[in-house]
């Protein structure tokens, strides 16, 4: 079993930066990718971006809404990922998700944290 916790979530004004962080423990070694999604209220939970545990490729959702703001890294050390997330709009108003995928097809959620963005 893996354990996801998120970490970092809160209110930030529009325009300002967050940086969440998700820390992994228990079988971590079975992990080779984690990512991050959101779900708005009302809304599908939708992908944000992925790094690969190994290599660190990173992926990032086609639409503009988080390229050139958002960064994916991660800590092997620490067995951490984070999302740094900056120039933030209310749209990115969410609960975030972390999520991590092993080998066999596993995968394992986070318990969400809630990112508020006043306008």
């Known amino acids: ?25 228990g079988r971590t070694f079975n992990m080779y990718n ?4 959101r779900q708005a209220p009302g809304k599908e939970r939708e992908f ?3 790094i690969n ?6 992926n990032y959702a086609d639409s503009d809404s988080v390229k050139g703001r958002f960064t994916i890294s991660r800590d092997n050390v ?6 740094q997330m900056n120039s933030q709009k209310p749209d990115d108003m969410a609960v975030y998700y972390c999520r991590g995928v092993g080998y066999g097809a596993l995968v394992y959620w ?6 508020t963005v006043s306008s």
Do not use: P
């Not at 545990?53 to 990173?58: E, M």
């Not at 620490?78 to 999302?83: A, E, F, G, S």
């Open 1 to 25: 079993q893996v354990q996801l916790v998120e970490s970092g979530g809160g209110l930030v004004q529009a325009g300002g930066s967050l940086r969440l962080s998700c820390a992994a423990s």
């Open 34 to 37: 984690m990512g991050w999604f």
């Open 48 to 50: 944000v971006a992925s």
């Open 53 to 58: 545990w190994s290599g660190g490729t990173t």
């Open 78 to 83: 620490k067995n951490t990922v984070y999302l």
């Open 110 to 115: 986070g318990q969400g944290t809630q990112v």
